[in-house]
């Protein structure tokens, strides 16, 4: 029989579930336009699934091999259990709930853009609530179905009599198969979207000299799946990876310190209670006065009122009033003042992101200032305002793991980070309504509707802008705590008590985990390069072989170009990944859990700060370039904006796949070895005895 | 009265001075050409004078505070041994001894330029050997003067009967000192020498069109007196403050271990046989079939194999066969062999470096190759080489840790630094040997002689930048240990015998320590551009009020840029220094010596990786320019060849500036820790009570 405290989780969620679905369909049933549009936005569609379906070809033989792999190397014969199978089995329905949100996520922003749009040509109010629709639909879906697919497995697991221990460790895989879609979607994904955006530029806008969007460029449709394949799917599927692990690295703490059933998925619940403000927080959004930054901001903020207040409220019914973690005793409420705690530092890092990013403040100027004295300048003072931005959200990082520590021992630090989870409904929302803008305003210039509704397009753009790099500082700031809690989980799960810094294998390992983050950037950078490059021969192939394309009377083959950059993307990201995946596996099996441990902190510690910067350096340049161009310092064309191209160019690749990809580095590097733990018992420490 | 080991010692120093001093006398004597090249000499050698004076003003006040400082938190009334006087009296030594070091340095290498300009009429070999021997000046007497600080300070101290114990520590106070001055000449030295270089190329080459080293230029001397100031200085007191501080290392870890004179003093007995061994290698060293690269790295080998030769006698006879660290026991042998892993480990980096920025290799090609699409992709792959270059260097780090601690404990590490040191004199004269090329080139180019003679120096000075690139390596890599060592004598000395990675304080520090890395680094990196600005305001200001100058009637006011620079670097050097002095004291006095070790290994680990990288970036992006003006790719000129100036433009304060300035950073925050323990444990972890 289903306690009545489930009963309630399951209907928020279908609550949550059936609002995405309804929001979704009356999107659906507005109009998409002029058939011009239709057939843009079909070209993107198709885009996208053709994407979408070559990388489920690859996913799916690496869920088949991976998780024959964990069930080979994990199953322990000697329990009755089958741990091995039943954590392939949370692997795989990880893995496939991740697909599934960043699916539908796809699948509704792709609808999305051409209906907003055409709502441009009424207001900028009602081109707004659709785009902002749709990333709430994308946001309901992906939080429901991760917290739906762990709750699922664990009345299935507790129906099949194992011991709360032993199932919270086999929910791990879980988080495992919710990472490594991350991993493609983030890393192949962010491959894919800028070696169609930085090819199709330096053909079309450089060599040939059409503008952005047109479409005789080839590579159009291309850069347009890319900002949904990159933005909407990847940025998904690393938040559903985050939301997720942390939920599991909470349980696995959790599981050993309390019996009741709503101490054991407190966790979950602090997500289900975030749902549910989320969407109390949706019914309040309206655009007031066109200031739709300041209306996004206000949803983030309310919501996480309500999430703080709800928490105030519930926490103490739900945990037992005192509870001891290996021996040093903390209350409910403390456990409240650690997800308080995260909440607080999300917001303010995501603050902190939009302060060095956007070009309404004195850092992004300074490096627009500084393309007066050329590229290497703009360069340099790019890469040191990326350096400083880090200071402030690692100082924010190291007081949260302090204080929630402090409130509730190792398990505190898995609910700051649940915490600043907390409001991901809303988050996702804003983060999905940015492509969903970007995507409208190129479908405004392709089908070449009046200058009017390009300029509506762009007011949201612009806003999408800035809020996204709230969600930047908010997918790095979570992704390190993420970390930590899986660190934590990992380490209680090995049983270790203390980890002495000061043996040499640990240091070894610290070193060596710090220099991990650096191999991953070089690699990425340089894999946006080279499937830019073949995006750039095709571009040029096309342009000299179709006839009558520059004059606009023959259509370019929009397809080849998608079918390129996803190729290419998908064989770039092999390396990195592998580097991601066997690095932990191979250094835990070699040196043991004690060096492993090591290496996960060093690569934490150095790949936040690297994460962060090389973000936080993009879109600098990004903005430093929309600055000039938005009449400053010569404007459009002059040499100062020149200048400034070349540090967006750089920039592009850091910051939407190499520095996002380094959250997925963290997190997964963690959860790989938390899940590996029995494989390290057994065969770790081989070089060392 | 004094043992007969400490006359031996005292005896090769002294023979080790007097070649010195022999060798710089020959220069002295020889030609130094046409009265032309004579005032040229003389306005570089007048800067660097200009220069280190006013830079000897400033640190002459900070020694005064500072010592002040350490005297007035670290006097311990309670004890007789008034310990605060005797640190700052050494403190106080160890800056006067890396000042001197320094002094003679530059004082040979702006003899030796114009003399290896003079000695070029003739044949590259005999100019060759002037550069040479003046490096070997720099190292036989900087080496020395370490050592000989040291000792004086033993002799001294033990006249005054400190206990060994307290003895080894009042002596950590000389590398404070020491490193000190290497943060004003690496750091100050290194904003001098870009600026300079950036501000006088910006104006002169690129506004004006006239050729580098032209006397028309008004920063050319300023330029030139960089080339001292920041590769002869910097590099110098850099490794002046390696050398003394791992001594300092080794001496406190082993004055608990040992009793016996050879025993206690067995790290300085490392450098001693070092400089030995670098005497017997410096009378080998003939060039051959103008071979200058092929001499030079055969001396690093010939003096390694005769130190690895001469310590495998001796340390048998010096240590006891075998000894015991927290409960441990290790052989004389095992001590050795830290040595030799330390030892042949700098080999390695140093040739790993070598190859990821000498252009007759794949990286830098790649580097210069990917020019051809522009600046962005030159920037995105010089910084994916940075990043990928520092791999195989950490990992023999760690693996040098873990090896050297497994031979000989927490001592072995400071030995492993002692032995990548061990043969520091052959290392300086191979750097120190580059900048006096240089500039003797410059010379060339200023006086107007025949294109004969810039040839010639011109492979000299080839050949100096591989091998510079080599010395870097050195430098960083013996700079980790360095750190590390100091790490562990920090510890040692507080007493701790374990820190415990799960501490939530450990993990903030390391999260906190991670960062400033990166701090530093933008820092330094936006000092460059500040000082460069001033100087090229400056240039402007001169060509466009001094009548004539263009025409060369008129002589540009060169001492006004020297002075311009002087001041600008001296000025930003301030916030740098502060962050990496104060950001140890601050953080250990609020939360304790836990915290600091996880703020020390933080910095370590995350800076030892962006120290590598920049460098690294720096070198390629610098070598990819030369690669392309050697001919390659279309040339000096081509667009390709404008692509990578912006590299190497870049790459200018990453190289000299803030790459070499985080030695620097990871060893004086250690040092810093060491010597304030006391400090720390009557007032530190305030907020933590």
Known sequence: MLDQLLIIVFGVILVSLVTA??????????????????????????????????????????????????????????????????????????????????????????????????????????????????????????????????????????????????????????????????????????????????????????????????????????????????????????????????????????????????????????????????????????????????????????????????????????????????????????????????LVAGLLIGLITEYFTSYKNKPVQQVAESSKTGASTNIIYGLALGYESAVMPLILIAVTVFVSFYFAGPYGIALAALGMLSTLVIGLAIDAYGPVADNAGGIAEMSALPSIVRKRTDVLDAAGNTTAAIGKGFAIGSATLTALALFFAFVTASGLTTIDLLSPIVLAGILVGGMLPFIFAALTLKAVGRAAYSIIDEVRHQFKSIKGLMEGKAKPDYARCVDIATKASLKQMIVPGILVIFSPLIFGWLFGIEALSGLLIGALSSGAVLATSLSNSGGAWDNAKKYIEAGHLGGKGSDVHKAAVVGDTVGDGCKDCSGPGLNVLMKLMAIVSLVFIPFFIKYGGLLLG
């Open 21 to 342: 679905y309804l929001i979704g369909k009356n999107i659906a049933k507005q109009s998409d336009g002029t058939p011009k549009m239709k057939e843009i936005a079909e070209a993107i569609r198709e885009g996208a699934r053709a994407f979408l379906y070559r990388e489920y070809k690859i996913i799916a033989i690496f869920i088949i091999i991976f998780s024959l792999l964990i069930y080979f190397f994990l199953d322990t014969p000697s329990t009755p259990t089958n741990e091995g199978l039943f954590i392939a089995i949370s692997f795989v329905v990880g893995a496939l709930a991740s697909l599934l949100a960043g699916f539908i996520g796809m699948k509704i922003a792709t609808i999305s853009n051409v209906r907003t749009t055409e709502a441009a040509k009424h207001s900028i109010s009602k081109a707004f609530k659709v785009a902002f629709n749709s990333g709430s639909v994308m946001g309901l879906s992906l939080v429901s179905f991760a917290v739906l697919g762990l709750l699922i497995l664990y009345v299935v697991y507790t129906y099949f009599g194992l011991s709360n221990e032993i199932l919270m460790e086999v929910l791990t895989g879980y988080g495992l198969g919710g990472s490594s879609i991350a991993l493609f979607c983030r890393v192949g994904g962010g491959i894919y979207t800028k070696a169609a955006d930085v090819g199709g530029d330096l053909v079309g806008k450089v060599e040939k000299g059409i503008p952005e969007d047109d479409p005789r460029n080839p590579a159009v449709i291309a850069d347009n799946v890319g900002d949904n394949v990159g933005d909407v799917a990847g940025m998904g599927a690393d938040l559903f990876g985050s939301c997720a692990e942390s939920t599991c690295a909470a349980l696995v703490i959790g599981a050993i310190v309390f019996s009741s059933l709503s101490g054991l998925i407190y966790p979950i619940l602090i997500s289900v209670v975030g749902i549910a403000a989320c969407l109390i927080t949706l019914l309040t959004v309206r655009l007031r006065k066109e200031n739709v930054e300041g209306t996004l901001k206000q949803a983030l903020v309310v919501s996480s009122v309500l999430v703080a207040g709800a928490l105030y409220y519930f926490t103490p019914k739900w945990l037992p009033s005192t509870f001891e973690i290996s021996g040093v005793s903390y209350t409910a409420m403390g456990a409240y003042y650690a997800v308080l705690c995260g």
